[in-house]
Nanobody, 114 residues
Framework: QVQLVESGGGLVQAGGSLRLSCADS????????MGWYRQAPGKQRELVAI???????NYVDSVKGRFTISRLYAKNTVYLQMNSLKPEDTAVYYC????????WGKGTLVTVSS
């Protein structure tokens, strides 16, 4: 059973940076793709960034050049480095992983003040 636990959210001023982490602390399964989604108030959940088992990455256009996703494969851990944060980045950020089936973390709140 995969259990994804996020950390690193918080309150930051516009232009600042945060680093989100997500680790699977329970499983010995190998997770293929991992990524981050976010959901802002009143909006649908959207994919922010994804990294495959082979290391390929993809980002939503609104974060390209500002966010970087990376992984520590041996520990089923994924990171999201967020720079030049904007108020519109405010959302609950969810970790996602695919290990034959999909798994989700409970989310961590990121609030960017103007």
């Amino acid at each position: 059973q995969v259990q994804l636990v996020e950390s690193g959210g918080g309150l930051v001023q516009a232009g600042g940076s945060l680093r989100l982490s997500c680790a699977d602390s329970k499983s010995i399964l190998s997770i293929n793709a991992m990524g981050w989604y976010r959901q802002a108030p009143g909006k649908q959940r959207e994919l922010v960034a994804i990294i495959t088992g082979g290391g390929s990455t993809n980002y939503v256009d609104s974060v390209k050049g500002r966010f970087t996703i990376s992984r520590l494969y041996a520990k089923n851990t994924v990171y999201l480095q967020m720079n030049s944060l904007k108020p519109e980045d405010t959302a609950v950020y969810y970790c996602w992983g695919n290990a034959g089936m999909e798994y989700w973390g409970k989310g961590t709140l990121v609030t960017v003040s103007s």
